[in-house]
């Protein structure tokens, strides 16, 4: 790993990371690709490290929250796990020592680790809550490879994971998942589990990954009777220790583990992971924007601790840059947005609302004004046939009555229509034929055409958007809610509504891009099954979803 901060001598972990590897194994590995990896995933520049933890200080099994890996490139992907051998507990009960400690990695061609083709060894630091953040590179693109850690004598479950394509390679198709919202205390993440059974490239998580709430003793909905949670989980999460504890619970979860084991996922934040319905500095209260942005910074910094996400991620106090571009060569380009963290303050504390002028004042923004150029010119630079925007809030207009003067909300793209309109004339603008949008935050499945007018229905269709329901937030849900006639007589562009927990795969191919809607009926109870709700396709350079 090239290491922009890298400090520090590497020669003690090159002789440790050799003698824990049999000479055997060492040896198989050849050519160019026999260089040992190495980083000190150490990215406080002139901080005090921390003593080396000695060899047998970790007793129990560190590896109960599993492995994931993220953000791949045509070259490289960035591998994940933390050291919990008592993720519930807090330090210095965790049964961690307060030291650095020794991990080492392997990447192979096979699941059985026998053709590796990279090893190496990392620090996991006290200071970052004992994560591992390794940036593989020199792996070839498009292939799939088999990743894992060690640390003693303990050996961490095996994932999988998936390089993108060439950046000017025209792949036959792209499989991805599109997921939101998973709230534990509201149900189990059985859809996840069945999503590790699909067969996708990459998994895109749209925000809301945990929330902020009180987690009760029994698990909220999922009604524990065969285990008590600790107390701490009983309070709102405003601590940088709260924060690291919620995401323990969270990956101590099975169903959540195997999706991150079976997939690279790339990760965008919305507001549940700081703060319900925060904009900017603002928080939903409308409190001193110091004490929020100290909640904020230990937000971010947990996020990035427990994600697999690379150095240029890293926060820097309360501010962390997330919005980030990907290519799966000619085929797609995805550029990942955060409407969070720069937006301006919602109009009407960002309640539904009939829209005035004030969502028209020039210095109400989304994105801010560095992201939204950065997204211009992405397109403008786009040679992909698709052009995929992940991002969390719901950008088509949403009336909730039929009338002119619909309310409509106001946390929403619809409560920052100038900012909309721009992105959607850049994109116009820039030759952007097939404008996919993928979207959460508001735990139903809808998709919707993307109209250049949306009071003219039969006025051109700019794109897609498909908006996946939430894993469980919301606890059961139904396919058809109270306002579900509502929504679909007032808008002519929503092709499709259903209220049941679920996620959204998506096959991208040179001709077409196939979404399908799954559903789980039920959350709150372990084990229910997959369906399919609806099937739709939109054609390349004729965008509109066509029911399949
Ligand atoms: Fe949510």
Redesign the pocket.
């Known amino acids: 790993m090239t290491h922009p901060r890298a400090h520090g001598r590497h020669d003690r972990a090159l002789r440790t990371a050799a003698a824990h590897f049999d000479r055997r194994r060492f040896l198989t590995l050849t050519g160019a690709a026999a260089a040992l990896a190495f980083s000190t995933n150490m990215p406080v520049a002139g901080a005090a490290q921390k003593p080396e933890a000695l060899p047998g200080m970790i007793a129990e099994y560190p590896f109960t929250l599993g492995v994931a890996s993220g953000d791949p490139t045509p070259s490289g992907v960035v591998l994940w796990t933390r050291l919990a051998p008592r993720p519930y507990e807090p330090a210095p009960g965790n049964g961690l020592p307060d030291a650095r400690v020794l991990v080492l990695w392997e990447i192979a061609r096979d699941e059985r680790f026998l053709q590796l083709v990279r090893i190496g060894a990392t620090w996991a630091h006290p200071e970052f809550n004992h994560t591992v953040h390794v940036d593989a590179q020199g792996l070839e693109p498009d292939r799939v490879y088999y990743y894992r850690f060690r640390t003693g004598p303990w050996i961490s479950p095996p994932g999988r994971t998936r390089t993108a394509p060439e950046q000017g390679a025209l792949p036959n198709e792209m499989r991805l998942a599109a997921v939101?919202?998973q709230?534990y205390h509201d149900g189990y993440f059985t859809a996840l589990g069945h999503l590790a059974h699909e067969d996708v490239d990459a998994v895109f998580h749209l925000?809301?990954y945990l929330?902020e709430y009180a987690v009760s003793p029994t698990g909220g909905a999922r009604a524990y009777t065969d285990r008590t949670l600790p107390s701490w989980f009983n309070k709102e999460t405003v601590t940088l220790e709260d924060y690291r504890l919620r995401y323990a619970l969270y990956r101590s979860d099975p169903d959540l583990q195997a999706a991150h084991a079976a997939f690279p996922w790339f990760v965008t934040w919305?507001?549940?992971e700081t703060e319900n319905n925060y904009a900017g500095a603002s928080d939903e209260n409308g409190s001193p924007a110091d004490g929020f942005l100290l909640r904020r910074a230990a937000a971010y910094r947990a996020y990035w601790e427990n994600q697999p996400l690379r150095l240029p991620q890293l926060p820097q106090g309360p501010d962390m840059t997330l919005y980030r571009r990907f290519h799966y060569g000619r085929l797609a380009q995805f550029d990942i947005l955060d409407t969070r963290q720069y937006r301006t303050d919602q109009a009407h504390r960002g309640r539904w609302h009939v829209p005035g002028p004030e969502v028209r004042d020039p210095a109400h923004t989304m994105l801010g004004a560095t992201q939204e150029r950065w997204l211009l010119d992405g397109f403008r630079g786009s040679r992909a046939t698709w052009n995929v925007v992940p991002q969390q809030v719901v950008l088509s207009r949403r009336r909730n009555t039929a009338t002119a003067a619909s309310p409509l909300s106001m946390d929403a793209w619809d409560g920052y229509p100038d900012c909309r309109e721009r992105v959607l004339a850049g994109a116009s603008a820039a030759g952007v034929r097939n404008l996919m949008v993928l979207t959460?935050?508001?735990?139903v499945h809808n998709a919707m055409d993307i109209k250049a007018d949306w009071d003219e229905p039969t006025s051109r269709t700019i794109g897609t958007e498909l908006v996946t329901s939430?894993l469980t937030?919301?606890r059961n849900g139904s396919p058809r809610p109270r306002n579900w006639q509502a929504l679909m007589d007032a808008n002519p562009h929503l092709r499709f509504y259903d209220g049941r927990r679920g996620y959204v795969t998506v096959r991208l191919d040179s001709e077409e891009a196939r979404a399908d809607f799954k559903t789980v009926d039920s959350v709150t109870a372990p084990g229910a099954a997959l369906a399919t709700a609806a099937s739709f396709v939109t054609v390349a350079g004729d965008p509109g979803l066509r029911a399949v």
């Open positions: 939101s919202c709230a925000g809301d929330y919305d507001d549940h959460g935050d508001v735990h939430s937030s919301g």
